[in-house]
């Protein structure tokens, strides 16, 4: 009982990780499709991001990696923006076919 308990910690830990890599990628992706520093601004005020933030952002000379992890473009893509967006989140959905599982056997 305790192992299936740790084991389920541990797959539950490796799924949060994921989901926070995907979300991190997806950012990434989202600003390099911006391209210009001009329209990475506009798509970040177009989220909803006060103009002086946003211009940070796209005036800074980080990498796009690096950048999708800035606060600015974590406000302007959440979590909640993914959702909207349809993104699954893995841990969610793993716990959703937990109780799924566990209903069936019940029957």
Known sequence: MVKDRLVQQAILQVLRELDKWLRHKLRCVRLKQGKRRY??????IGQGLP????????LSGKGWWRLSQSPQAQEAFSTRWFEILGLVSLEHQHAALQLAERNRRIR
């Open 51 to 58: 103009a002086k933030r946003a211009w940070l952002l796209a």
């Open 39 to 44: 329209a990475i601004a506009q798509l970040l």
